[in-house]
């Protein structure tokens, strides 16, 4: 079969922070690197993030260190986070940042001209460096600008379906060009995945179209490890009206600037159920919680500010006992600081340009004047590749994650900006040791025959007529997988859940596209089918074996949290049978150092 051969020392497939920042490393170690996307170099999902990256810099708040956020990000992950990751994410996130800022990044500032830090959910002080609510942009501009520089090979638009192998050993991937429908066979030493998330799994999501789980499904192929795959995290507050915007997200940023939720009545309903464990970290009374924002740093945070899953499930909690907004959410009210501050309009639209803009356009309601309709929406995979925590390579040689398709860093349940210095820190590790795997092993032998089977997969959809249309299958699993796999589970409906995903498991491989291989949007649904069922399945038979509530996992059957459940995490992986298994695997006890952090920060 007709294919292009390209050849490099590392492999990434992805382009967003992470992808791009483990390339720029790889790049910087002297080895030949490509970069792949299934998108325009510069639409990464990671240009839409808004609020910020989290980094103990203390430029806000002197009381911040390492030590405060490493406990935040265990605290807030159920403590089932890969403590290793935990402690190198919060000492390396500040030198990440200022590294960006040497780069080229511009950040708001302080008074007197440090990075400028704000308020999120979890995070004890003001954590988060931002650009207004457009950091995710200033940061891709710049990685982008800084890498380009370093003459990587880019290969937009490319979507990767297989990884090639021998003995074993990644040794690159098949793909095929999106616009024109040609094929590419890569061949690299080593390949770093780092395609983002799974939110297209679900109906109502704040991802763009690029999330289908492609990284998860290709390391599950390729029999490496996934982990924690039952963490799906429900972000309280996506658009609500009109439909057409479902979904989409309303920074937490909103929050961090006094930002109060509400119900119909007008009730504050966030003072009504403070988890115990942040009893003493939550404002007693409004006032408190308002000067929280404004700095004051004899004041607590306000329960909008606690963690994103307890948010969500409030918000779920008032629209399920009918004391929602008139299209199924909550209201989101930035308009009331009118009362404290003079300039509260013009304050709003600098502080949250986007949101304003958004709200204006997409919703025609005017965020400095009124309430905003709000509810959950499908947001971020905590689960992914299971990978070592130095150096992020999988449990398949030469196979190595980042970003949000690697899991471990954020255990249960993430905190708000941690994702995109998450990117940074392991983007970087990842690209590090990668070129160091690159250098230190040969070139790998291609199996020709593995290249034709991937290529005949590929191109099945064309050969088959009258099979069913692909954007079928997509609907109907995003449907079942937010009704039965959603933000409040339980075993009957999970059960059926994976009923339903062996029925489409059967239909997918016998689906049909017409038309021809350029640009062929049924086509590529098609493709990505497969990799949206193998995350959907690995969800949902991780949701039932953990019969606890924990992080973003609710099991209406199992409402508390068990502290047996608190010891291990579950992995899932490709049995040699070709059927899904998953299984436990305890946690490494936590050095005496970091549980003494872990204890002078409860
Ligand atoms: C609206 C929104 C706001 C957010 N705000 C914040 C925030 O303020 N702070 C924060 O910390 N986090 C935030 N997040 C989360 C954060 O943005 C993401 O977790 C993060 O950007 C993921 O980055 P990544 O590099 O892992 O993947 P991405 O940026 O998604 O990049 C994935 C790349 O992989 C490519 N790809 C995927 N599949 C394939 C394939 N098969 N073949 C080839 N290429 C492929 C894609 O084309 C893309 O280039 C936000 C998320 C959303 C949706």
């Given at each position: 079969m007709q294919y292009e051969t390209r050849e490099h020392d590392v492999l990434v497939i992805g382009a967003g922070g992470a992808g791009l920042r483990a390339a720029i490393e790889a790049s910087a170690a002297g080895v030949k690197v490509g970069l792949i996307c299934?998108?325009?170099?510069?639409?990464?999902?990671?240009?839409?993030?808004?609020?910020g990256m989290a980094a103990a810099?203390?430029?806000?708040?002197?009381?911040?260190?390492w030590r405060v956020h490493f406990a935040d990000t265990m605290r807030g992950g159920g403590y089932l986070n890969n403590w290793r990751m935990a402690e190198l994410h919060a000492k390396e996130a500040p030198d990440r940042v200022r590294e960006l800022e040497a780069w080229g990044a511009l950040f708001d500032r302080t008074k007197d001209g440090r990075i400028l830090q704000r308020n999120f959910g979890?995070?004890?002080?003001?954590?988060l460096a931002h650009v207004g609510d457009r950091t995710g942009l200033e940061m891709i501009r710049t990685l982008q600008d800084h890498g380009i520089h370093l003459g990587l090979d880019v290969f937009m638009e490319t979507t990767v379906t297989t990884l090639l192998q021998d003995d074993g050993r990644v040794v690159g991937c098949v793909g095929y060009?999106?616009?024109?429908g040609y094929v590419i066979v890569f061949k690299a030493r080593a390949v770093v995945i780092?395609?983002?998330?799974?939110?297209?799994?679900?109906?109502?999501?704040?991802?763009?179209?690029?999330?289908?789980g492609d990284g998860q499904s290709l390391a599950y192929q390729a029999g490496a490890d996934l982990m924690d795959m039952e963490f799906v995290q429900f972000h309280?507050?996506?658009?609500?009206?009109?439909p057409s915007v479902r979904g989409i997200l309303v920074t937490e940023g909103v929050r961090g600037e006094g930002g109060i939720l509400k119900n119909k009545e007008g009730r504050?309903?966030?003072?009504d159920d403070i988890p115990d464990l942040y009893k003493n970290q939550v404002a007693t009374d409004p006032e408190e919680g308002w000067r929280y924002t404004q700095g004051d740093k004899n004041a607590r945070r306000p329960?909008?500010?606690?963690?994103r899953d307890h948010v969500a499930r409030c918000i779920n909690r008032e629209v399920k006992a009918g004391r929602?907004?008139?299209?199924g959410g909550v209201f989101l009210d930035i308009a009331w600081i009118k009362e404290k501050l003079p300039n509260a309009e013009e304050h709003i639209k600098k502080k949250l340009p986007s949101m304003y803009h958004q709200f204006i356009k997409l919703?025609?309601?005017d965020i400095t004047k009124e309430p905003m309709e709000i509810g959950p929406t499908t947001h971020y995979?905590?689960?992914g590749v299971r990978v070592d925590?130095?150096?992020?390579?999988?449990?398949?040689?030469g196979l190595f994650a980042a970003g949000e398709?690697?899991?471990?860093?954020?255990?249960?349940n993430r905190l708000g900006g941690n994702s995109l210095s998450d990117l940074l820190v392991f983007g970087k590790r990842a690209g590090e040791y990668a070129a160091k795997w690159a250098k230190d092993n040969s070139a790998g032998r291609i199996d020709e025959s593995k290249v034709d089977g991937a290529i005949k997969d590929m191109l099945a959809p064309f050969d088959?007529?009258?099979?069913?249309?692909?954007y079928t299958i997509q609907h109907e699993l995003q449907d079942f997988m937010q009704k039965l796999v959603g933000i409040v589970r339980q075993e009957s409906e999970l059960v059926e859940a994976v009923g339903l995903i062996e029925k489409l498991k059967e239909r997918a491989p016998k689906v049909s596209v017409a038309g021809?291989?350029?640009?062929n949007a049924g086509w590529h649904t098609a493709l990505d089918l497969s990799s949206l069922l193998t995350v959907a399945e690995a969800i949902t038979r991780s949701a039932i074996e953990r019969k606890e509530s924990r992080g973003a996992q609710f099991r209406e059957d199992y409402p508390k949290k068990d502290a047996?459940?608190?010891t291990f995490n579950y992995v899932t992986s490709k049995g040699p049978d070709g059927q899904m298994q998953i299984r436990k695997e305890t946690i490494r006890e936590l050095p005496a150092e970091l549980a003494q952090v872990i204890k002078e920060n409860e």
């Open positions: 299934k998108s325009l170099l510069g639409k990464a999902h990671t240009v839409m993030a808004e609020g810099m203390a430029n806000v708040d002197d009381r911040d260190s979890g995070h004890r002080y003001p954590r060009d999106r616009q024109r780092a395609t983002g998330g799974i939110g297209r799994a679900f109906k109502i999501t704040s991802n763009s179209w690029e999330y289908t309280p507050t996506g658009m609500v009206w009109p504050r309903f966030m003072f329960p909008e500010l606690l963690t929602g907004s008139p299209h919703a025609g309601v995979m905590m689960g925590g130095d150096t992020q390579m999988s449990s398949v040689p398709a690697a899991a471990g860093l954020h255990g249960a088959r007529e009258a099979g069913e249309n692909p021809n291989r350029e640009y047996a459940y608190g």
